[in-house]
């Protein structure tokens, strides 16, 4: 179900108004700083972000990784609202799921010295840990299951069909708040993917 990220209200400020906007905000190294970009609230804009990560513009797949890439760091989640934020003006934007998705991920050491570092369609890597949690929904008619990855600012990423698969080979069972699970380790924590006894 898409998670609509306002009133749903049609803003006039374009893709490419909004594109310039962010090139400018953008300049020097690292992300930009939405956390601290509070601009007044213009509306909705027509732009989705399907579940698989393909952005879309006026129903329109965007096919230009740069900018996609581009709009992915000014995106913001308030109150369980999506956003792309410049310093003069904040839209809603619509996205299905998650907003990006994990593509691939590598592994360094092993056991529970074990890094697991994830890499996004949009560019973006975590190392799973304390800062940037696994979790797992299932669902609940059909018990699959739906992994993410926290990728940064509370903004998460679905982990695609086959890096889970790859991470379900990582697993092993273990003690975890009072119950055996199956699950794999990162940074330090424990990740439980699901309880033991539902694999017997």
């Known amino acids: 179900m898409a998670k609509f990220m306002s009133e749903q209200n049609s803003v006039t400020p374009s893709a490419d108004a909004l594109a310039q906007a962010a090139t400018a905000a953008s300049k020097g190294k690292g992300l930009p700083p939405v956390h601290k970009w509070n ?3 213009c509306g909705d804009l027509d732009m989705r972000i399907a579940r698989d990560g393909t952005w879309f513009y ?9 900018l996609v890439r581009l709009f992915s760091t000014i995106l913001k989640l308030e109150d369980g609202k999506y956003f792309l934020v410049t310093p003069v003006e904040k839209v809603g934007i619509t996205v299905d799921d998650a907003p990006f998705v994990a593509v691939d991920f590598r592994v360094v050491g092993d056991g529970q010295a074990q890094r697991l570092i994830f890499v996004t369609n949009v560019g973006d890597e975590a190392e799973a840990g304390a800062s940037h949690p696994l979790r797992v929904e299932r669902d609940p008619e059909t018990g699959e299951p739906a992994p993410y990855v926290m990728i940064r600012a509370e903004l998460e990423a679905l982990i695609d069909r086959k890096s889970f698969y790859r991470l379900v080979e990582l697993c092993d069972h273990q003690e975890h708040d009072g119950a055996r699970w199956f699950g794999l380790w990162s940074g330090g924590v424990f990740f439980p993917i699901i309880p033991s006894e539902e694999l017997v």
């Not at 006026?58 to 740069?66: D, E, V």
Request: no cysteine.
């Open 39 to 41: 601009p007044p609230f």
């Open 58 to 66: 006026q129903g329109t797949p965007i096919g230009r990784p740069a």
